[in-house]
């Protein structure tokens, strides 16, 4: 005789049931398995048969051996419910196990372990969360072995994680504050004071919900214990970072694809501000500003990661610059230096050169020892692609490190690429090693942050940009320094680039980077629509370095290339008007001309220092007064190749000495030695 089926054993099994389906993570899948199961009985004609005969064990056999794609755990629910003899209360199971699915009555809490317990361990618990919250807890088990030990426990809106790895984090984050620049006793007795005041403590992490989206910005609800600045994890591993704390919202960006991310999407808070890899593997390769790689390689291994935001270095761990860093281009180099440790701000219209002195930069310090990272931001993929060919055909990526955020990623990418590139650089600053960053340019940089900003419902200011726009861009720039020697006298030079409308340089974003940096190369619209490349205006441009960041040779020729350009655009402004000009006035103005075409340089082709040296002495000295203007250049390769074959000693002198007195006589003798010999055929 069948055992009568009572409502406490028909909620009973739906409960087993729930914690089956909790436990595995699968709800929504035992939903649909139950379902399909109740089908089978309903439209199996041997099933629909058998599981009206009394015989329980044929019954089981026939299910095992016919419906083995069901879970087990599911099939073993179904042969519990067959011994019990309630398959006519099957389909009230069904029901009450989705009444208690869609219900509040049970809080399910994530429980990560770095293995398997027993379920009489995973029922004490439960029992312990319950007590502690006032409400019936199903844990939902998952083993990552990554934890080492302990635990990790998601509760509603948070996260308490007592694992063994969040602990060593935190250690080792604070045993990175140490200052390297410390003797060895007193590194140990400050590892010795943090080891000792450290103490286990549980990290409560925050969770949220998505509340809405719009573009790359979302707003959540709870994260009531998240920080500025800090990474969050969305489903589908899509990461975002805190921006915005109000009272009953958080403002998150994406750095990822938006459409993943859907209304109603859970958050979980890291607890860790965003970070970059760093390191020696980085150097080559094409990476996007969450250090992913970009140019098909491998994936990239570092063991070292930092924040993309840091503290700039403070005044006592500077020393003065007072290193050349040479861009390889007469011009720069002799009249507008740039030291290891500056920050020099390339300013001009669109189309003018801008790039090209960065990458002409970058290909001169080739066996100098610098490490260069080169930030592109809302660039065309074609662009970078062109940028990467050119550096690669010329060697330069051996030391080169390329961060790009397409024009068509989300503006978030496009706000933090030049913070991690910085990130990348320092790793490498506080190693002792020289560091060149370009970041190309912080136009878009600015737009891409007044687009978030805008998205954050933040009040807009002067030409819509926000009030913290001249903070964005200090606390970048700031971080490029020369650093004393105590901490290993490392440098980080830094040439942002800034794009102008119609040669407008007191728009917003252009006084703002003038005002941080220390000096600006101005490129003219139409002084390179005449010819004169690198279209440098003389007059606009300034270093506030000088010749601090200068040999002896080159402080000696520039000087007088000073005095001489000057002159001669006083002189050539007047000889417009005038058409009566005295013999004095006319030699001005032809030795002018010639310093004029002789600071001409093609793209992609920088000159030795010390070749730069020669060549200025040459025509400030007036040695090329009688030169063709059309054979200057022509003069000057051929002057370069007869001294590097007759006088080689004589330009490592001048590297050494500078132009002394002997070292003077000599260039001048090689100089006419050469013109007598010179034809310009």
């Known amino acids: 005789m069948r055992a009568i089926s009572s409502s406490n054993t028909i909620e009973l099994l739906s409960e087993e049931l729930l914690r089956v389906a ?104 439960e029992q312990y969360i319950a007590e502690h919250l006032g409400k019936e807890v199903i844990c939902s088990i998952h083993i990552n072995d990554k934890l080492i030990n302990g635990i990790k426990i998601d509760i509603e809106e948070e996260i308490i994680d007592l694992s063994v790895k969040s602990q060593l984090d935190t250690l080792r984050e604070s045993l990175e504050g140490i200052e390297i620049g410390d003797s060895f006793y007193d590194i140990l007795a400050k590892v010795k004071e943090k080891l000792s005041s450290f103490s286990v403590k549980p990290l409560r992490l925050s969770l949220g919900r998505v509340e809405s989206i719009r573009d790359c910005v979302v707003s959540a609800s709870g994260l009531r214990n998240a920080k500025y600045g800090e990474l969050v994890i969305f489903p589908n591993n899509i990461y975002g970072m805190v921006m915005n704390l109000e009272e009953n919202s958080t403002g998150i960006i994406l750095l990822g694809p938006s459409d993943k991310v859907s209304v109603g999407d859970t958050i979980r808070a890291t607890g860790r501000v965003l970070e970059v890899p760093v390191g020696e593997s980085l150097i080559g390769r094409v990476i996007d500003p969450l250090g992913r790689p970009l140019d098909g390689g ?129 790793e490498f600053m506080y190693q002792g090693k020289d560091v060149l960053i370009i970041y190309d340019d912080l136009s878009k940089h600015a737009k891409a942050y007044r687009e978030i900003s805008l998205l954050l419902r933040r009040p807009p200011g002067r030409e819509a940009y926000p009030g913290d726009i001249f903070y964005l861009h200090s606390r970048l720039l700031e971080r490029s320094a020369k650093l004393n020697s105590y901490l290993g006298g490392g440098s980080l030079t830094a040439l942002p680039i800034v794009e102008t409308q119609q040669g407008d340089i007191s728009a917003y974003i252009p006084t703002n980077l003038i005002s941080i940096t220390d000096g600006q190369i101005y490129l003219d619209a139409s002084l390179f629509h005449e010819g004169i490349r690198p279209a440098v205006d003389v007059g606009l441009s300034v270093s506030r370095v000088g010749g601090n960041a200068q040999i002896k040779a080159m402080r000696q020729v520039a000087g007088r290339l000073r005095l001489d350009l000057a002159q001669f655009r006083e002189v050539e402004a007047f000889a417009q008007i005038s058409t009566d000009i005295d013999p004095a006035t006319r030699s001005l103005l032809e030795r002018g001309s010639r310093i004029r075409e002789i600071l001409k340089q093609p793209q992609y082709s920088p000159m030795d220092v010390i070749d730069q040296v020669i060549i200025l002495f040459t025509v400030t000295r007036g040695y090329m007064d009688e030169i063709m203007l059309d054979e200057i250049v022509h003069f000057q390769d051929e002057l370069l190749k007869y001294i590097d074959r007759n006088y080689k000693h004589l330009k490592d002198k001048i590297k050494i000495e500078g132009l002394t007195d002997e070292n003077t006589r000599e260039l001048t003798k090689a100089i006419f030695e050469f013109k007598r010999t010179f034809s310009s055929e």
């Open 22 to 125: 909790v436990r595995e993570d699968r709800e929504d899948e035992y939903k649909v398995i139950f379902r399909d199961f109740l089908d089978e009985i309903t439209y199996n004609p041997k099933l629909s048969l058998i599981w009206l005969d009394k015989d329980r064990e044929s019954k089981k056999r026939f299910i095992g051996e016919n419906l083995s794609s069901f879970p087990k755990r599911f099939l073993d629910f179904i042969f519990k419910v067959i011994e019990l003899q309630l398959e006519d209360s099957l389909y009230n199971i069904y029901l009450r196990f989705i009444e208690l699915l869609e219900s509040n009555q049970y809080l399910k809490v994530r429980v990560e372990l770095p293995f398997s317990i027993s379920e009489e361990k995973i029922r004490e618990l």
């Open 298 to 426: 491998p994936p990239i291994e570092t063991d070292r990661a930092r924040k993309i935001e840091a503290l700039a270095p403070t005044v006592v761990e500077r020393e003065p610059v007072n290193t050349p860093l040479q861009t390889g281009l007469k011009i720069i180099d002799a009249l507008f230096p740039i030291g290891r440790g500056q920050r020099e701000l390339i300013i001009g219209d669109k189309q003018t050169g801008k790039t090209a002195i960065a990458i002409d930069t970058i290909l001169n310090q080739k066996n100098e020892g610098v490490i260069c990272i080169y930030v592109a931001i809302g660039q065309k993929a074609t662009s970078v692609a062109e940028i990467v060919k050119i550096l690669e055909e010329r060697g330069a990526m051996d030391y080169t490190i390329i961060v790009s955020a397409f024009a068509s990623e989300p503006a978030s990418l496009l706000y933090i690429a030049p913070y991690a590139g910085c990130a990348i650089g320092e």
